[in-house]
């Protein structure tokens, strides 16, 4: 009862942030409970989520390189602007971070924190805008610096 409560709590904030991505996940777990097939499907959701949905936003981003809207000359060029140069190293860096972060909640266990990212993510995309896929990159910031600090 308490998990049905918290999650439609997510989707009331997200409802009333229009962040329509957190609230369409929260309806879908809310009748996956209500229909009491969570204890099947969540287990396959916790398991695969996270791979499965990498998988269509990584497809979606290519889409224009396989339909051909972006071509060999298009990828030359962004090269040699500072923005497409810019892009190309912050998104070698957010990338290493997410890696860190998922190894920093998953193989190094460090999954209580998961509540927190949560919350963060749910309030910033009801309220400020945001797209809720930062929690990789949060908790990889969050296991660089738990690393810094266990070194002074």
């Known amino acids: 009862m308490e ?5 439609l709590a997510v989707l009331v904030v997200a409802v009333l942030g229009r962040a329509n991505t957190v609230a369409l996940a929260a309806s879908l777990l809310l009748v996956l409970k209500l229909l009491q097939v ?23 981003i290519l889409v224009p390189l396989a339909r051909g809207t972006v071509t060999l000359r298009d990828l030359g060029h ?7 140069l810019s892009a190309f190293i912050l998104s070698l860096i957010t990338t290493y971070m997410s890696g860190q972060g998922l190894q920093y909640l998953t193989v190094q266990g460090h999954s209580e924190v998961m509540p927190a990212l949560i919350l963060g993510a749910v309030i910033a995309a009801a309220f400020l805008g945001g797209v ?15 690393k810094l600090i266990a070194k002074l």
Not at 132 to 146: C, D, E, Q, R
């Open 78 to 84: 962004v090269f040699l602007s500072w923005v497409g």
């Open 132 to 146: 809720p896929v930062g929690p990789f990159i949060t908790s990889g910031v969050l296991a660089l610096l738990v």
């Open 3 to 7: 998990s049905t409560l918290i999650i």
């Open 38 to 60: 969570d204890q099947y499907i969540f287990p396959f959701i916790e398991k695969g989520g996270t791979f499965w949905g990498l998988v269509l936003l990584i497809a979606a």
